[in-house]
């Protein structure tokens, strides 16, 4: 079993372990080397050298896609914050392979592998996001970035068929993912916890923390307890952050609009931390700043489902459309405003668009802030 | 042209008879043949009620799509046939005189359109190597009509011309790397090529041999509808000839032709800017007929040089234009991205525009770009659609001097 493999806790059935073996496959030092050496754009290589990757590429991309046709379940049952991911960096390279292949695909005249390898992209940034927690997320955001990138660059070149095949691969989260993902960082949040409380010296070393890193006092404090003391702050810690989760729970079933203001309250209120060790990490402050993430991959997700089904309105009847409710009757409307997404047709182009947080410039699919006016 | 008098002469046959007799007897070794064929598998009322549809779809409508994918399915066997004419040498059979007729022609331009519904479809579908085969198919086709016969061929040729262009526009970011690759090299050899002259020439040698015919049937040409009554005037002076002077008059024109065809020769050696002045001036020369009958002949039965040569300019130049295009989308296909400039471009030697005389003119507008030659005084700009500027491409220049007989109202240039 490979280093990669070894650190991952192997589930047998889940698509996580064939996404695992895609990654070490595509992990070694020439691979990476084969990779940080292709031509940029505009270069004379450019598409030839992407060519010659994906080729070499094949087995991984066969076991990523039987990876994404099963289930894909982390493999850590309570992760800690410890836990590693070595396979996360690997998973962004596979995510650039799918944008390599697609790019490659649609020169040679094969926008249905395109289409396919862009879904994929779409499929392991799902499959990502919902398993895991804070570091998973933070790389599902840079595999929708990259694929919705993609996605604009070719998407004028996807036939109808393409474009169904990618928009039925946007799927927004569900507020259950978050509230599982919640759940999982704090219960991982706990083992942390009183894996420190049992031993403080080796804990923190072995998470990499430096004495420098704490307040000597802090530090002093803690060592200075007895281990019962310990584990009772860390029980008394664990029923403070179930608390502060089941009140970002009750939000978060609430309607998209209503997500941020009220987590914003949640933020402004002083988490609990593990006493007597005040740097620690406070999972409580990721509660707003991962629906606002969501929310915007969710913006984005419902902006990209609608230029698919713009464009395939233009295959059908030969030209864009005047209005948005044209190309879609049903998903104008973006639920987190309560106001139709806008649509703007100049010739034979279009923007299609979302105000940004602040209303001061323009989200549109690829997440590029454009100035106003 | 003798062969736009002709036209008014067709039968009365169902479109398919007269198709087939165009034919006569297959010899299965000319394309002609097979375009023939492809012509009449188009006149069949399932193909024609399919493509009324098209026609009843244009952009924005809801059939806009489907209806050319049906369309394209019920005529697909012309494709293999258009596929196998295009493998073989194209000849128009059965040019001989001033009697030949073509019927074909409208059926021709039928073909042409048939590919654009075709591509639309397997673009579609998402076969875009097959859509590039058929674009390149329908390029081969249009040059091949365009140059197995007379002018007429040349006519209706570039109007396919303008439908495969038509198509090559709407999906030019669709087309695949190895189908710009393909059409690059057919552009060059198209290129190195002036088969419009032989064209031209073929023309003008079918015309030597009806201005005797002329004489023995002047009923031909009398059976024009606009013709006027001056011109009417004149044919009756025909009638009352005696052989001789008819002999004499059939020199004095085929003298004319003759010389026509040695300096058209020299007009296209020369650079493109000056083919429709050169041509224009050949055209000139038929003012110097004394006579007001040997002009009449000479402007009826000779091609419209300078129009033609308006014609082949255009058609060269949007030949180079899309050569650029597919360097152009080669190099995005390569690279990523649009160049910045021509000077980008691996081919310098297809940046220069002969027509305009300098580049072609190129864009950059964020993912898209615009392409176009500056053209000449008479076409206007020329692009990979070509648009005719109000009041361009008709005369390329007015007479320095008339003959005195027109001011008398005799003939008709």
Known sequence: ?373 | MITLLVLNLLLQQDSTSQLRSVIGTPTGRNGYEEYINAAIELQKPEFEDAYRLVLKSPPGADTFLSSRIKAANVGLKAKSMILAGNAKPVARPGIADLKTVFPEMAYLRMVSRYFAVLVCKEFSEGRYVEAGDSILASLVYSQNVSHAGVVLNYLVGTAGLGNVLQSIDEYLNLVPLSTWKKIVKYCDDALATKEFVDVIKRELAISRVSVEQFFNQPDLVMSMEDMSQEDKDLLDRVKALTPQQKQLMVQSVRASMDSALTKLQDVFSKNESGWPEGMAMIENDRWQHKDPLAYFLSSVLEPSFSNVAIMAVRNRAQLRVLRLHGLIQSYRWERGVLPKSLKDLPRQDAVTDPLGNGEFQYTLQGDTYDLFSKGHSATGPIGLVYKRPAGKGEDVMPPEQSPSYLANGLGTP
């Open chain 1, 1 to 373: 079993m490979s280093m990669l493999l070894a650190m991952v806790i192997v589930c047998s059935s889940t698509g996580y372990e064939d996404l695992v073996q895609a990654a070490e496959l595509i992990g070694s030092p020439a691979f990476r080397q084969m990779e940080a050496v292709l031509p940029k754009l505009g270069e004379r290589t450019w598409l030839e050298q992407r060519r010659q990757i994906v080729a070499k590429a094949d087995k991984a991309m066969a076991l990523l896609r039987s990876g994404l046709q099963k289930p894909v379940m982390d493999p850590h049952p309570v992760p800690r914050l410890d836990t590693p991911y070595p396979e996360l960096v690997n998973f962004r390279t596979l995510s650039r392979l799918l944008c390599y292949e697609a790019d490659v695909r649609i020169a040679d005249g094969n926008p249905n592998a395109s289409a396919d390898a862009i879904a994929d992209g779409f499929s392991l940034a799902s499959a990502v996001l919902n398993t895991g927690g804070d570091l998973h997320t933070v790389t599902a955001e840079q595999i929708y970035d990259r694929t919705f990138a993609c996605l604009e660059r070719i998407k004028w070149q996807l036939t109808p068929k393409d474009l169904d095949t990618v928009s039925s691969a946007l799927k927004t989260p569900t507020p259950s993912i978050l509230i599982t993902k919640i759940d999982g960082i704090c219960k991982g949040a706990v083992e942390t916890a009183k894996q420190i409380a049992d031993d403080p010296d080796k804990e923190l070393a072995f998470m990499g923390f430096k004495e420098a890193d704490f307040a000597p006092e802090v530090l002093a404090t803690w060592r200075a307890l007895k281990i019962e003391d310990r584990r009772t702050r860390v029980t008394e810690y664990a029923k403070a952050l179930a608390s502060a989760e089941d009140r970002c729970s009750r939000i978060l079933s609430l309607s998209e609009a209503l997500w941020l203001e009220s987590l914003n309250v949640i933020s402004e209120e002083s988490g609990p931390e593990i006493p007597g060790a005040t740097n620690l990490w406070n999972p409580t402050s990721i509660f707003p700043s991962f629906p606002k993430l969501i929310a915007e991959l969710n913006t984005r997700i419902r902006l990209a489902r609608l230029e698919c089904s713009v464009l395939r309105y233009r295959w059908v009847t030969g030209a864009l459309p005047a209005t948005l409710t044209q190309a879609s009757p049903s998903e104008t409307r973006n639920p987190q405003t309560n106001k139709d997404f806008n649509y703007e047709l100049r010739g034979k182009r279009y923007s299609l668009w979302v105000p940004s947080f602040h209303g001061k410039a323009r989200v549109s699919m690829t997440g590029v802030i454009l100035e106003d006016g």
